[in-house]
């Protein structure tokens, strides 16, 4: 058995290294952008499952990021403008 982190953890650890260093509202914000922007339905739906069922090892940043994301929903407009702090 493989002790790696799944993908989902992964990217979403990377999302916090780079936006980090933002004030933490502003970092979540930008945080969930860049989920609701790039990231599959199916990667968003299994990040919320992950936080639904307790996962202890997502970082805080990410957990309140996904307080904006709700599964399947996608702003269409926000497609155009490019993320990231």
Known sequence: MSTAEPAVVRMGHDLVRH???LPGDQAAMEIATHIKKFWEPRMRHELLARI?????TLHPLLVAAA???VDGEV???EIKEPSGG
Do not use: A, V
């Not at 639904?52 to 202890?56: A, H, I, Y």
């Open 52 to 56: 639904r069922w307790g996962d202890t």
């Open 67 to 69: 307080g904006d994301l």
């Open 75 to 77: 702003d269409r407009g």
């Open 19 to 21: 936006l980090e260093h």
